[in-house]
Each structure stands twice: as C-alpha cells, then as structure tokens.
C-alpha cells in the first residue's frame, strides 16, 4: 500500500523551495500520480518524490492540497492527500483608495465634530494579518491645530478649533499608513496620499455699513452718517453725506450677497434708492428742522440685516455765503491763442486754471454752482475752467471777474482773474549741432546733453583731481614751510639770555666792565621771560652817527668810545653810565637799572670772560657778546 511520511506541511509564502516535499513509499508493481483534486500546477512527482512547483503566495492560496493515487496499470490501489499550509508574511504596501483628496467644511462647523468618516480615509492592505497606523502631517503651517485623527488606527477627521475662513480658506495635509507600529523595523511599508480641506464661508455676519469706526474678520463698528439741506428747496441730486454716502456689504464677503435698502420709519421727506443707497429729498423742508433716520440693509436672501443712523439738518438757506478758495486768481495764455484755449494756472502752467466755489454750510450744492464771467468778453467760463473767447492779438494783462452762484439758494460771490497773454516760449535747443537737430515736439529726455550715468563719471573724474591737486599743494607747502614746522613742534630751544650789544661804543681799551646780567630761565623750557625793560630817561641809545664829539674823541684815537657799563660810580660831567650797585647817590644822571643777586652775579661775571676770551673787537675790547650789553 502507498504511503507518505507526513500528509501536512507548513510553507511561508514566497519561499522557494527545491527539495522534495515528500517521500511515498510505492510497492512493486504500483505507481504514484496526481489526482485531479490537486491544487492546479502547485505539484509535481518525480519518481517517488513530491515537489512544491510554485512560489506560496498566501494573497492566493492559503492552502495547497496533493491528491495522490497509486495506481496498477488503470486500477487505483490507494489515494493519498497532503496538505500544504501557506503562512502569511508582511510583503504588501497598504494603499490608499486615493491619491488626493478634496473635502469642503462649512466654516460654522462644531467642533468634535468627526469631517471626515473612517470608511472614506482607511487604507487597504492585502497582508490579512497586518495592523495599520495611521499619521496626520501638515503641510500648510498651523493647520494641525483645526484638525486631528480620531484615533492611531481609527483614521477618522476630527475638527479641534473653530474655522475661520477669512484667516484659513485651505488646508492641506499628508495622510500616512503604516503596516508597523514601529517605523524602524523591518519588514515596514508605508502608504501616502494628500488631504486637502476647503473651508466655505457662512453666513454668520450682517451687513456692514461702510466706512467702519473699526473693524476685524468678525464685527464692524458702523458709520452714522450727517448731511445738511437748506430749508424751503428741494434738493434734485442725491444727497452728500458724510463721512461717505450709505453704503452696506455683506459682512461675510465670501458670500457677498446683495444688500437692499430701505427707511425703517420717517415721515417721506427723504427717498433711499433699494439699490444704490442714494438718499434723495421728495419734498422742500420749510423751517429748519434735525431729521434722525435709521436706515436698514438687508441681505437680498433675507437672512441678516442691520441698521444705521442717519441725521439731516435742515437750516436757514439765506444766511449761507460761497465762498472761493482764493481772492485773486493768475494766469497766462499764449499769444496768438484763438477761442476755446484753456487759460493756464501761472502758478503750475502745465495745469488749466480752476476756479471754484463752495458752500460751506451746504456742502452737497457744490454741484449746483454755476460760474460766468462779467466784465470782459475775450474770456468765458466753461463750468470750473476759464477759456477764451476770442483771439489773442496783443500781449497785455487782462483782468476778468468770475461770479459765482448757487441756483438753489440764489447765493452770489465773485472772485478777480489776472490774465498775462505771453510770447509763446520757444523751444529749447537740444545740443551745439546743427541747426534743425531738435525739434520742438522732442521730448524733455532728448533735451538732456549728459545722462545721469555720464554725469556721475565726471563727477568722479573731478573729485579724483581735486584730491591730486590737494596733495601736491601739501607736498609744496612742506617744501618750502617745513624747517618752520619742525621749529615749532621739536623741543624747545634753551631760553637765550636777553641781551643787546652796541658795537659802536664799546670801548678796546677798557677791561674793568661788567655784562648785563641775564634774566634766569624759566621753570618751563618752552618760554623764556622777557627782561624787565629800562626807563626811557635813564639810557639813552646813541646812533654812531650823531655821537657828540666829546664823547668820539675819549680814548685818544678817533675810534675810541666810553662804555656806559661800570662797576663804579663816574662823577664827570656830561656823562652818563649804567651803574650796578647798592649805594646810589642823589645825582639824578644815574639810575639804577638792576640789581643782581649773587647768582645772577656769578652767571654774568662767568659769562663775560667767557666772552671776553672768545671774542675782541678792533681794538681789543669786548663785543658781541651773548652775556653782555652794551649801549
């Protein structure tokens, strides 16, 4: 009888496996073959020997089966079943049912409230076995504080936070699927697809009258508006209101639905347009009068409304004066103008001259003013503009007064125009070519004979000589001046002693004078003290050349000179000396110039034979000495 080992085996799937499955043991005379109950092209028999001939894949087949028969010749003697157990592996990527996908969310959506069920975001993966967990990334910043995942393998969208559609109108995340708890171990296959979130506006604002005192994405403070009228007229033009005329919108501009206006309660003096807001009067108020109206806008949809103030002052019509901007007007126009040319303003002659009027007490009849000219028929008034009305011939001054008049309060004011008629300006010559090189319809850039570039390059060029030229005038002045410099910022010299030698009356034959003490240096080096100057009747200077003969002669030669400088007293009339001493007598030819101290003394006597060895005059006495004065 046929027989096998084992009848049951366990395969993972995708394993390849070459050895035999199974051993049967055939008896003589029989032969083993394939039933037809056997999983189709899993097996084969070779001899006695059962092979696997497929690859398990348990997403297949999660169990083969071999039907074995034995048979002699066509008679079956025995069957035999062997079962096959495929085990499953995590070989499969989970997958998303899409790639991208677009949700909307209405922008009053509660919060917990689960956007996005589990069934539209789960993946899919083919490995039965296999857990998914699921990530929510953002890829617009800040979204993942609106949006969260119900759960790690519950992959529904939760909204967090209150939306906001004028802050976030889209969002986008990346929605991750992972067959691993775990990101690192291996096998781990991952799932990617892109959500997107539109929010869509809700109706959750009213109607905003504009300008607001204040406003943000979710409330508006709203304008109230003041107009004035003038009693005893009806006015046929919308009224000026201020700060602007009525005018709504829906607060929530993503919806943006038409407004509809309309007077909650007054007594049909005025008209609002449903449309346009424009607030017309339907009857003349007769005494002055403060109207206040609340005006309604309310959506086209008649889901929200809102309301506002309107006040309207009716006043006295007759006491209300134009008034012009400016008393005196100038302008210009060129000769030879015809009719019909805009005069220019002489303050901007690249404008027209306006010329206007206003009311200040009625602002919203500006626009019933009319204007015309009084006195001169060369000029007219086209609405605010003044024109001529006839050719320019002659160059002059012209003067034209301007009325002005309200024709709903019949108020009048007038204003003077100063009309100079000019040569026309000639046009400027764009370069030194030839004549006919511009014309005067060029344009003011062809004017120009240096580009801005050009000029920068020549301003260059002239500040680099300038610099050049400062040098070489520093390197001059060093030249010449600079021994003066360095005299006066090296160290200062040795204070020289003050002193004065006349050559003229220095005596060669005398040798018992004595210098004229120096004054001591200062304790600062860089100033030397002046000596105490003489008293004019005491030294006389004598010039050589107005020498009194007496004195010439002394001596015995014709060059003989008496020195005034003496250590003693000289009695001899018609002279005079310098005496040094203490004792001073009462004669009125000698006075006392100084009187030295012993080390003035001792530096004087030093210095004068110093000086007497040094140097000698012609006939052998002192001079020029640097210690010594002689007068």
């Given amino acids: 009888v046929c027989s096998v080992a084992n009848t049951f085996f366990e395969v993972r799937e995708n394993t390849n496996r070459s050895e035999p499955l199974a051993n049967v043991s055939v008896p003589d005379g029989q032969q083993v073959t394939l039933g037809a109950s056997s999983t189709p092209s899993a097996f084969r028999i070779q001899g006695t020997q059962l092979f696997l001939n497929v690859t398990p894949d348990y997403e297949s087949h999660t169990m083969l089966q071999a039907h074995l028969e034995c048979r002699r010749g066509d008679t079956v003697v025995t069957q035999l079943r062997v079962f096959v157990l495929v ?293 007219r008034m086209d609405g605010e503009h003044l024109l001529t009305a006839a050719l320019m011939a002659h160059k002059g001054v012209f003067y034209a007064e301007v009325e002005a008049k309200n024709t709903v309060t019949a108020n009048v004011a007038s204003t003077v125009v100063e009309i100079q008629v000019l040569e026309p300006e000639a046009p400027t010559p764009t370069g030194g070519g030839a004549a006919g090189d511009g014309g005067p319809g060029g344009s003011h850039a062809e004017d120009q004979r240096f580009s801005s570039v050009e000029m920068a390059a020549l301003g260059g060029v002239l500040g680099a000589l300038l610099v050049l030229a400062l040098i070489a005038l520093l390197i001059l002045v060093h030249k010449h001046y600079g021994h003066r410099f360095k005299c006066c910022s090296g160290k200062a010299q040795e204070p020289q002693v003050s002193s004065f030698d006349n050559q003229a009356f220095c005596a060669p034959q005398e040798a018992n004078w004595a210098p004229a003490p120096s004054p001591s240096p200062a304790p600062t080096p860089a100033v030397a003290p002046e000596p105490e100057p003489p008293e004019p009747p005491s030294i006389k200077f004598l010039d050589p050349a107005s020498e009194s003969p007496e004195v010439a002669q002394e001596g015995g030669g014709p060059a003989a000179v008496r020195s005034i400088l003496t250590k003693e007293r000289r009695p001899e009339g018609g002279y005079k000396a310098v005496w040094f001493g203490e004792d001073i007598g009462a004669e009125a030819d000698v006075v006392v110039l100084n009187v030295p101290t012993s080390d003035v003394a001792d530096a004087a006597d030093s210095g004068s034979e110093d000086s007497s060895d040094e140097a000698q005059g012609p006939g052998g006495g002192p001079y020029d000495s640097a210690s010594s004065t002689c007068i």
């Fill in 87 to 379: 085990l499953d592996i995590n070989d499969n990527v989970p997958e998303f049912p899409f790639v991208t996908k677009v949700e909307t969310v209405s922008e009053d959506t509660k919060v917990n409230t689960t956007v996005i069920p589990e069934t539209r975001l789960k993946a899919q993966d083919p490995d039965e076995n296999d857990i998914l967990f699921y990530t929510l990334q953002e890829v617009t910043p800040g979204a993942s504080n609106f949006f969260s995942l119900v759960g790690a393998n519950l992959p529904a969208l939760r909204l967090d936070q209150t939306l906001d559609f004028y802050r976030w109108q889209n969002m986008t995340f990346r929605l991750l699927a992972r067959d691993t708890q775990e990101e690192n171990v291996e096998p781990s296959h991952t799932a990617t697809a892109t959500l997107v979130l539109e929010v869509q506006p809700a109706d959750l604002r009213p109607p905003w009258f504009l300008p607001c005192a204040y406003s943000d994405s979710n409330v508006c403070i709203q304008a109230q508006y003041h107009g004035t009228v003038p009693t005893g007229h009806k006015l046929p033009d919308p009224l000026i209101l201020r700060p602007g005329p009525i005018y709504a919108v829906d607060g929530d501009w993503g919806i943006n639905q038409h407004i509809l206006y309309s007077i909650v309660s007054d007594d049909g003096t005025f008209v609002v347009d449903a449309d346009s807001g424009n607030l017309t009067m339907s009857r003349a108020v007769p005494s002055p009068k403060i109207f206040t109206l609340v005006v309604k806008g309310e959506q086209a949809d008649h889901a929200r409304y809102s309301v506002t103030q309107v006040t309207i002052e009716a006043r006295n019509a007759n006491g209300s004066l134009l008034h012009f901007p400016e008393s005196w007007y100038r302008g210009t126009v060129a000769l030879g103008s015809g009719a019909g040319v805009p005069v220019r303003d002489a303050a901007s002659p690249s404008q027209p001259l306006r010329i206007w009027a206003w009311d200040p007490d009625f602002p919203d009849l500006n626009s019933a003013i009319t204007y015309r000219i009084t006195n001169n028929t060369d000029f």
